[in-house]
């Protein structure tokens, strides 16, 4: 009701009113208009009612004045003094001139000139005996004549019959002339038919005829005219109203009262009225200040209430403005609002230049900013696609946009409402960060990707498994039935027991991929970070690689690029399984005859108590096809061809890798082309440990190293290598500079304390360079040989020609002391390496504690097999009870299984050792489990064990843990 | 028809002359004019016949209206001077240093066939005869709708307040009562000029002795006022400033304008033919611009042709004059023209029935065009300037008359004229 009131009714009814007062305002001014239009006609007709009247006053005047001349004249005795009388009337009277008229129309001024003057009157004049008015042309000059019947007379000798005095148009002019009227006023006497006689325009009479001119210059119609004309004839007053061009003009005519000249004044409308319409004006300014002053008033009363509603309306809007910036701002979510019909941008969260890196200000210049901010080619919503929601309605999508300030990317859900906010349509549109809710879809379709993977990998990998574990399982029960049934046949027994063993090996492979990848997964792995020698892992790999890669024939070579630190802290464990699984796969699966090269690099680091390496392993074998790259290190995920379904596998080595490298800090990557070969890459960070000391170089007097090399690079790297030792490094690149060297040396009496020589070089090699050396130095100088090649086969011929060690290329100072140590040590110590004897574990008794059954009975025979006895604990209470109740002695050596029921291995151990038996703390106790990662053993040593042993066990194992416990390092205690 | 009938036999006997001449083939006359000039029919029939009756050839020389008095007067400075050289009237004729360049012709057999009136505008301040006049002689006046005037009941002015009031009245009912056609077009105000110079001749030697100029002169300063004044009325319309020489018939023959100021001959050479109002619609009262009660005309605007007298071709262009000043020459070129009488024994003419109706005013109110043609460094040109400048408002009319005075002064001392 309000909002009608105020939307319809109140503007209507303001209509009204003021229709209502312009109505009244129009009536009432053409009411005045009127009236004052009658008062200045009659004003106008009063004025030339007296202007007529005048007229004729003067008319009846000049005529006076002749009718006394005549009679002057008919007395006047002497002629010469009428020119002197008629001089002085003319100045008095203000005439022109007087003329005698004779009855041949023939006129004699006063001074004797004769004209002849064409009067139409002249009948009038001459033989009605009647004064005349009438206009003439004397020497082209117009002028009015009044003339009178004169008793016949004679002068100068002229015979006149009539007098007359003329006027000019300028003489009479001033009669007819009025004040009124500002001066516009323009006054005509005419003849009836239009003809002007005399007139008061400023520089004469210029029209032939008025009536003519009316006709052709004003709106009067015909009718109008032919009006006019009547009136003239019928000498009958009149007042017309018409326009000559562009002003209004009033037109009064009256009968002069002689003949039928007219009076004819001509008065501009406004100037006629200009008096009353002064008047007028002044009472319509007044009117008009008043209605004005009160308008204004009112203005200024709604304009302060308005202001002030407006103040109030600005300020609460300011206030919600300052709101929803405070509220946008702490939210991140951007509003947008804009004209309906030119999509004027009215309205921008400031926010938007938090959450896009664009500020409101250019936002609201050009909204088309922000698709700039949209990731990809996308288009946001379309100004087409407004244009078509409906009232109320609205349209959504998500796009991804990047803060261009952060590059920080978010999801937003762009909603776009139609709206209509006080009968003004509006489009406002909101984009909500769905960043979260997108990172949760994404994360939710991911995981299940994932899974879905996962379980198809698995379902797979079951699948696989199951192929593979019952292929060596079939093996292993189908030969143990073979064995039982050839058991006294000693050649098919050894037969069956070493593929059982092997089919077994493969078996126990599986399993420890198995349960290294559920362990990694489940995020129970951990590192045995500990100092390690780079040269030794390199050898363990190649002693472990290299007879798999001539099993097939394969070409197997380790470069090092550069020179690397030799000792480094980390988890060699680790190390060694994320490359033996590289290299063991590049050795799969490539071909017989193939090549695998093993490249090792340090990369630039600038921390330097870190170093950085690079492991490259590269084979030209079948390679990977691009879509098999990109989820090779998913677990379970095997490249399905031909080929490799025939290679065995459990489709987890790389992802166990390329966990076990995430672990370590790293990061690998692959390049591989189908049939070309593959590239695996791996980077990997170590902590250096303290440099070691230098002075061991000199405790074993070797300050001097003659290296011989064909490659230059080599013996570059060397020096660098040794620059550190304090080792006098000298370089040549030939067998017989060697020789040179040497000798030189030798005769100086500064012999070389060792001489390395490349074996391969062109010209002399290494074993000729040795033997020339020997002969010509004759010197105890150790002579090693560098090579990159299997030295088995010419190790006698080698030390045949002098040469006293080989070292393996490439060169590492750690290997090379290593090396040459035992040349400057005693012999003694180069009885270091471990031995164990078969028999060490004979006459032994061992503690076993095993729950499964069968595997005690297995260790039971195999520890029976090297001469030892055992008691068997079917758990770990049971077994502690037996130590506890043992006399001490008794047992040489407890072998724990960690996992059984009633107590574990852990706790059984710790009982023991916080047990009082005499031997509780000195006791050796070894774990037996087939958790055989770092932290099983950790766990094992915290719980007060001294070794571990994986299950299934080795019995090498066993005898080398069973000789480190009893022989070498003794019993201590453990606690 | 029956003109052609005459004019065959004729151009049969010139034709006949010209063969028997054809020994003197070789000389060829240069003719220098504007273009406009030079193709009036007159012109180009006085040249054909030459050509064909004498063997000899006219090389003519034609030059744009707006350029040629610049053209002309920098080829005299570079000595390239023509054999014949058209100029109206004797105005304006300093720039070309007429001692050095032309023959006075008093002494030519011909000079018995001009009229009194024609000659009169060629004779130079000594009484020289300069050039043959040979051209439209017209009346300039002031020529008025009659038509217009006769409808609206109006009669022609006789004094200059009745013109002031026809101006009026005129503008009143909503006519432009003038068309004055400030771009360009140089001889309006002459008009007026002309009583002042020619009523008292001591005005005239007094300003050509520069003693006194413009300013000193009551009746120029109320000319100029009297035109500011017209204009601010708007009794010259409200696009005269663009109204140039081609838009004055256009006015006229439209009835857009009731009166100008112009001569006879114009409404027989330039005034359209399909206009609302045709010559017949027009007649002739007296210029009014306030300089003389009774208003003036001015006589024909003559153009004559001068001879150089260091022409190589001196005789053979005198003998051209000669020959353009025989009746049966003439009388065939301005056979049917619209012209006062050049020459005594004009006959083919016609004159105007404008002129001939006037004729009691023309002979009381005629004056020889005086004010362009015997004012040292008058320039009808330098004029317009002045009043330009005062139409758009950029002087007053003071200003005006001190830049006519100006103009003037300038161009008499580039002459070199004793007393500047």
Redesign the interface.
Known sequence: MKKWFGKIFLPFWMCIVGVIAVVTGCLYFRFIADRIYEDSTSHLKEIYGQVNRSFGIFIERNWGLLENWSDYLVLVDNEDSVPEFMEEKKEKWGFSEFYFIGADRTCMAPDGSVITAELTLWDELMQKRQPVMDGISID?NELIVFAVPAIHGTYRGFDYDAIAITYTNADLADSLNVDAFSGKAKCFVMHED?SVLLST?????????????L???TDLTDEELEDVRNDWENETSGLLQCN????SQCILYMPVGYQNYVLLSVVPEDTMSAGFLSVQKMTANILLLLFLLVGVSLFVVVIIRGRSQNRRSRLELQYRERMFDVLSNTVDDIFIMLDHDCFHVDYVSPNIERLLGISAESAKKNIRIMEECVVGDEVIILKAELEKIPVQGSVFREHEYMNQNTGERRWYRITAYHMDIQDVAKYIIVLSDRTRDQKMNQDLQEALAIARSANEAKSSFLSNMSHDIRTPMNAIVGFSVLLEKDADKPEKVREYTRKITASSNHLLSLINDVLDMSKIESGKTSLNVDKFSLPELFEELHIILDPQAKAKEQTFRIYVQGTLHEELIGDKLRLNQILINLLSNAIKYTQVGGKITFTISELPNPAKQFVKLRFVVQDNGMGMSEEFQQHIFAPFSRENSSITNKIQGTGLGMAITKNLVELMGGIIHVESETGVGSTFTVELSFTLPEPEQKEKWYLHKVSRLLVADDEEEICHDIQELMRDSGVEVTCVTSGAAAVEKAVRAHEQHEDFHVILLDWKMPGMNGMETARRIREQVKADVPILVLTSYDWSEIEEEAKASGINAFLAKPFFVSTFWQTIRPLFSDQTQQQETAFVPEGVMKGKLFLVAEDNELNAEILTEMLHMEGAKCEVAVNGQDAAELFLHSQPGHFDMILMDVQMPVMNGYEATRQIRSSAHPEAKTIPIAAMTANTFAEDVRNAIDAGMNGHLAKPINMTAVRELVSRLLYTEGKGDHT | MRKRAILLPLTAILCLTGCSNSDRNDITLSIMGKQSDLNKSYMTSIFQQYEEETGNKLRIIAYEDTEYESIASAKFEAGDVPDVFLHFNNADLNRFNVDENFCYLNDQSWVSELSEGAKAYCLDADGNLLGLPFWENSVSGCYYNKTIMDGLGMKPATTQAEFDTICQVLADTGYTPICWPANGCAWMPQFGMDPIFADDPSVLEKINRNEITYADIPEIHNMVQWISDAAEKGWFGSDFLNVGWNEIGTKMASGDAVMTFIWDTWFYTDLPENGTYTVDDFALMPVFMNTVDGGTYEGGNLNMMMVNKKSSNKDAALEFLAFCAEPEHYNIAFDGIATVNCFVGQTTNIQSQMVTDAESSIKANQRVSTASSRIIGYSGDDVVLAFDSMFRGNTDVTGCVEMMDNYRIEEAVQQGITGF
Do not use: H, K, M, S
């Open positions: 082209r239009g325009q400023t520089g004469g009479n210029v029209f032939e005829n008025y009536l003519v001119y006709n052709a210059a000559i061009g562009d002003v």
